[in-house]
Nanobody
Framework: QVQLVESGGGLVQAGGSLRLSCVASGRTSSIYTMGWFRQAPGKERELVAAIRRSGGNTLYADSVKGRFIIYKDNAKNTVYLQMNSLKAEDAAVYFC???????????????WGQGNQVAVSS
């Protein structure tokens, strides 16, 4: 089993920045990919970004390319999501995710974090 604990959400003004963190514990050696999803009210959970634990290959949703950066610190079993130039449409609950395969959608996710609210004021 893998446990994921997130931190770093909150309220930010449009155009501002936030950084989310997710610490993995447990059978972390089984993790191949970690990523971030988000879910806004009334919408489906969508992939924001994913990163391979080894090698660092990344995948981003088109809506966040050029604004968000996913990166990791394997020594700390931590993945980060640096969110810049935040927009009102980025407001959602953000979930950390982990899997033993490359994450391209929620179908591949084995483990979920508890979710962290990000609110953007205009």
């Amino acid at each position: 089993q893998v446990q994921l604990v997130e931190s770093g959400g909150g309220l930010v003004q449009a155009g501002g920045s936030l950084r989310l963190s997710c610490v993995a514990s447990g059978r972390t050696s089984s993790i191949y990919t970690m990523g971030w999803f988000r879910q806004a009210p009334g919408k489906e959970r969508e992939l924001v970004a994913a990163i391979r634990r080894s090698g660092g290959n990344t995948l981003y949703a088109d809506s966040v390319k050029g604004r968000f950066i996913i990166y990791k610190d394997n020594a700390k079993n931590t993945v980060y999501l640096q969110m810049n130039s935040l927009k009102a449409e980025d407001a959602a609950v953000y979930f950390c995710a982990a899997s033993d395969r490359f994450i391209t959608s929620a179908v591949e996710v084995e483990y979920w974090g508890q979710g962290n609210q990000v609110a953007v004021s205009s």
